[in-house]
């Protein structure tokens, strides 16, 4: 079994920063990619960013340049870091990792989320 916990929500003024963390736990073989995405009240889930077992990082067009996805491997570990954040930025987070696990199987993994809220 694999488990995501993600931290690092919180209340935050608009224009300030915070960083999210997600850490993977388990029978863990390899992770393949990892992502954030965020689901704000009312919409969708939608992608964050991406970052690939190279490095390769991918972000959603309006959020590249303000939000930094990065990890450790060896923590198992993905991080986003967010900066001049908006208001429209208020959304639970929620972390994916594509795992494979000790029985060799490959398949997504979810966190539960973590609560960001930008308000002054």
């Known amino acids: 079994q694999v488990q995501l916990v993600e931290s690092g929500g919180d209340l935050v003024q608009p224009g300030g920063s915070l960083t999210l963390s997600c850490a993977a736990s388990g029978s863990i073989v390899s992770i393949n990619s990892m992502a954030w995405y965020r689901q704000a009240p009312g919409k969708e889930r939608d992608l964050v960013a991406t970052?690939?077992?190279?490095?390769?990082?991918n972000y959603a067009g309006s959020l590249k340049g303000r939000f930094t996805i990065s990890s450790d491997k060896a923590k198992k570990t993905v991080y986003l870091q967010m900066n001049s954040l908006k208001p429209e930025d208020t959304a639970v987070y929620y972390c994916?990792?594509?795992?494979?696990?000790?029985?060799?199987?490959?398949?997504?993994?979810w966190g539960r989320g973590t609560l960001v809220t930008v308000s002054s």
């Open positions: 994916k990792m594509a795992v494979t696990d000790s029985s060799y199987y490959g398949r997504d993994y």
């Open positions: 970052i690939a077992s190279d490095g390769t990082t």
